[in-house]
């Protein structure tokens, strides 16, 4: 069945990278997101990246995808305390719906 | 700017009560979706809706049923309110899927519902 796997916590200090991990099971989804919910608040679309991409660069994230692997990838060049937050990744259900993954909750300490 | 507008932000309701959550949205999506948020599960999808009248139940529909009587209104009901039903609910909604598109949800604030 659909299927998205995330690890649920990353704690970094200010000024380094982050890296969010994400692994999904459906290999015809067209595109894969990346969602972003900030404390108290609902969840805002970060980037998404097209299936036939490797690699999406804008400003501070890079998403790498690995289609071989089922491997989705957010890096946070210079993160800061206020990229804190619940990052979450997606793919396009059998339904017309998105297959969240349970959340990656990224702390950033200063 | 797309908005998704989820009636209260927090509610606090006794077991057993009939619970109506609300949500609109401004921007003539077809989808509307209901998810239940909690620690270490994610979201989970209750319900979602194709078009007005219509309904598929998601991956949680047991307790829950919902109401599309226009576009922009997608509304939860609890219909008597159970302890474990206390979560955070969040509407979202989207552009019909047609194969090969992006897929994009735009989310509610949120509404965090108390049952005692």
């Known amino acids: 069945g659909e299927d998205v796997e995330q690890s649920l916590f990353l704690s970094v200090r200010e000024g380094d990278s982050s890296v969010i991990n994400c692994t999904y099971t459906d290999s015809s989804s067209t595109y894969l997101y990346w969602y972003k919910q900030e404390p108290g608040a609902g969840l805002q679309l970060l980037t998404y990246i097209f299936s036939n991409m490797d690699m999406k660069q804008d400003q501070r994230l890079t998403v790498l995808l690995n289609k071989k692997d089922k491997h989705l990838s957010l890096r946070i060049a210079d993160t800061q305390t206020g990229d804190s937050a619940i990052y979450f990744c997606a793919e396009g259900g059998s339904q017309g719906n998105l297959i969240f993954g349970k959340g990656t909750k990224l702390s950033v300490k200063p | 700017d797309v908005k998704v507008t989820q009636s209260s932000r927090y509610l606090v309701k006794r077991t057993g009560e009939k619970v109506f959550l609300e949500c609109v949205q401004d921007m003539d999506h077809e989808n509307m979706f209901w998810y239940r948020q909690d620690p270490g599960l994610g979201l989970r999808l209750i319900y979602f809706?194709?078009?007005?009248?219509?309904?598929e139940k998601g991956d949680i529909p047991e307790g829950y049923s919902v109401s599309r009587e226009k576009k922009e209104r997608f509304s939860l009901i609890l219909e008597s309110a159970s302890t474990n039903q206390t979560s955070m609910y969040l509407c979202?909604?989207?552009?019909?899927?047609?194969?090969?598109?992006?897929?994009?949800?735009?989310f509610g604030a949120g509404t965090r519902l108390s049952v005692l």
């Open positions: 979202a909604s989207s552009f019909l899927q047609r194969t090969g598109t992006k897929n994009i949800q735009y």
């Open positions: 809706s194709y078009d007005v009248k219509m309904k």
